[in-house]
C-alpha cells in the first residue's frame, strides 16, 4: 500500500517539475522592465538647450561656458539658443523647448502682471543664482537729465520680453511716470553706446552685471555717466527681489575715478532656471558646473564664490527643482531617482493591480483545481475504506489465521494514519476538516479490528477451558 502511494507522489512530483516556472519567469520580467523604465526616464537627453539671452550679453557669455562644460563632462551635443531676455526665456521653459535658460526675477510679474504661482504648475525650477545684476540709468556725458524730471523724454532698454524692459516699467512707476507719457525706445547693448553718441537717446536704462562689456564702453570712455536713482530706499522695499546696493568709487575707472564717489541703487541676483522636465541627473551635473570654483572664477561669479551655498539660494523666485536640490542639501537626497519615482507612478499602479488580479486569478485557479482533483486524503481514505471491508469478513471467532490477519490490518491502519499526517502540517492539521474525518475514521476502524481481536481472544479462551 505505502508503495502505491508513493509512486503516485513521484508521478505528482514529476509532472510539477516539468510544468513552466512561471513565477521565476514573471520576476525576471518584472525586474527588466524595472532597469529598461529607470535607464528611460534617467537617461539624459540626446540634446541639452540652454537660452541664453541677446548676442554679446551677459547672459550669452554664460550660457556658452555652460554649454562647453557640459559637453567635455557628458559628451552630449548642446545648442544655446538666442533670445531678446528674460520673459523669453521664461516662456520657452514653459513650453519645454529649452532645459536651462538664466532669468531676471519679477520680470514676468512686472511685464504680465502675473508671478509664476498663478498657474496650476509654477513655469520653471529654480536652480542657482549666479551674479547680482544692477539697475544702471545712464544719460550722455554732457546731459543734464534727471529720473525725477522726466517728461517726454526718450528711455532706452532692450526688448519688450527682456528684463531691461521690465527694470524700465518699475522705474517709472517708481517716479511716477506712466510708459504712454515716455517714450520708450528698444535699443540693444551693441548699438546703445553709438545711438548716445548720436545723441538719439537722452537716457538710457540697463539693468545687468557690473563686469558687462557695455559698461565698461559707456562710462570708462566717458561716453555717458551715471544718474542717481531716486529713493532707492523705497523702490527696494517695495520689491522683495530688490536689494540695496553701492557701486564702489572708482570701480569702473580708478584715475580720475568712475563713478567719483559711491553710487547708491538696488540690485536683484540674476537666477539659472530648469524646465520642469529637466532630467535630476542633468540638473544635479549643472549645479555642480555652477557651484564650481573654476568656473565661477573663468566666468567672474565673485558674490557667488565668495558666498557659497547661502548666496547660491537666496531668494528664490520659484520652487527649487529636485536636482539642484541634491546638490545644496545632500543630506535631504532620495534613494531614488524622483523621476523614475515620478514617472513611473501609473506603471507601478498598474502592476500592483496586475500583481493583485494575478493572484486572485491564481487562488482561484488553484482552488479550481483542487476541487477538481482529488484531495490528497483521498487515496488514503479509499485504502482505508477497502481495510474497513476487509475486516468486515473476518468475524471474531475465527482460527489463527484469522486473528493474524486481523492483526495486519490494525497495523496497516495506523501506518495509513501516519503516512497521511506526516503530510500535513500543524496549520493544515488545524484549519482541514478532511484531516479530522480521517482520524476519526482510522479510531472506528481500528475499535472495530480491536474489538474483534478481543472477541477472538476469548473465544480462544474458552476452547481451552
Known amino acids: ?145 534727471a529720473l525725477n524730471r522726466i517728461k517726454n523724454r526718450i528711455w532706452c532698454c532692450n526688448d519688450r520680453l527682456s528684463g531691461d524692459f521690465a527694470m524700465t516699467q518699475l522705474l517709472l512707476r517708481h517716479i511716477g511716470n506712466a510708459e504712454d507719457t515716455i517714450n520708450v525706445e528698444h535699443v540693444s547693448y551693441s548699438d546703445l553706446p553709438k545711438q548716445i553718441a548720436a545723441g538719439h537717446v537722452e537716457i538710457g536704462i540697463i539693468c545687468c552685471g557690473l563686469q558687462a562689456p557695455v559698461l565698461q564702453e559707456l562710462l570708462a570712455s566717458s561716453l555717458a555717466k551715471l544718474i542717481d536713482v531716486p529713493s532707492v530706499d523705497a523702490l527696494a522695499r517695495r520689491n522683495t527681489s530688490l536689494s540695496r546696493d553701492v557701486i564702489p568709487a572708482g570701480y569702473f575707472q580708478v584715475s580720475p575715478a568712475i563713478p567719483l564717489e559711491d553710487f547708491h541703487t538696488v540690485s536683484l541676483h540674476a537666477q539659472l532656471l530648469a524646465s520642469n522636465n529637466a532630467p535630476v541627473g542633468l540638473v544635479e551635473e549643472v549645479t555642480r558646473i555652477v557651484t564650481e570654483a573654476r568656473f565661477q572664477r573663468r566666468h567672474g561669479l565673485t558674490e557667488l564664490f565668495e558666498g557659497g551655498t547661502t548666496y547660491a539660494t537666496q531668494r528664490p523666485e520659484f520652487k527649487m527643482h529636485a536636482g539642484a536640490s541634491n546638490v545644496f542639501n545632500p543630506d535631504l537626497k532620495p534613494f531614488i ?59 471474531g471467532e475465527g482460527n489463527a489465521e484469522e486473528s493474524k490477519r486481523l492483526q495486519t490490518m490494525l497495523d496497516d491502519v495506523t501506518i495509513l494514519r501516519q503516512e497521511a499526517l506526516s503530510e500535513f502540517t500543524a496549520h493544515e492539521l488545524n484549519e482541514d476538516r478532511a484531516v479530522d474525518c480521517f482520524i476519526e475514521m482510522c479510531h472506528a476502524l481500528s475499535d472495530k479490528i480491536n474489538a474483534k481481536l478481543t472477541r477472538h481472544a476469548l473465544h480462544a479462551l474458552r476452547q481451552r477451558l
Open 1 to 145: 500500500m505505502s508503495k502505491v502511494i508513493a509512486i503516485e507522489d513521484q508521478q505528482r512530483l514529476s509532472a510539477r517539475e516539468r510544468s513552466p516556472p512561471w513565477s521565476a519567469i514573471f520576476v525576471f520580467l518584472l525586474a527588466v522592465s524595472i532597469v529598461a523604465a529607470y535607464w528611460w526616464k534617467t537617461s539624459l537627453p540626446a540634446v541639452v538647450r540652454i537660452a541664453g539671452g541677446p548676442a554679446n550679453g551677459r547672459y550669452a557669455a554664460l550660457a556658452n561656458g555652460l554649454a562647453q562644460e557640459l559637453r567635455t563632462r557628458l559628451a552630449i551635443e548642446v545648442v544655446v539658443s538666442e533670445t531678446v531676455g528674460s520673459l523669453e526665456n521664461l516662456h520657452q521653459l514653459e513650453t519645454n523647448q529649452v532645459h536651462f535658460a538664466l532669468y531676471q526675477p519679477e520680470t514676468r510679474e512686472i511685464l504680465e502682471g502675473r508671478d509664476g504661482s498663478s498657474g496650476d504648475e509654477e513655469p520653471a525650477a529654480f536652480v542657482s543664482n549666479l551674479y547680482p545684476e544692477f539697475l544702471i540709468p545712464v544719460a550722455p556725458k554732457n546731459s543734464s537729465a
Open 337 to 395: 531617482n524622483p523621476d523614475f519615482v515620478e514617472g513611473t507612478e501609473g506603471i507601478r499602479s498598474f502592476l500592483v493591480s496586475l500583481i493583485a488580479a494575478a493572484w486572485l486569478l491564481r487562488r482561484w485557479w488553484t482552488r479550481r483545481l483542487v476541487r477538481s482533483q482529488e484531495h490528497r486524503l483521498d487515496r488514503y481514505i479509499r485504502q482505508l475504506l477497502e481495510l474497513e471491508r476487509q475486516q468486515m469478513t473476518v468475524d
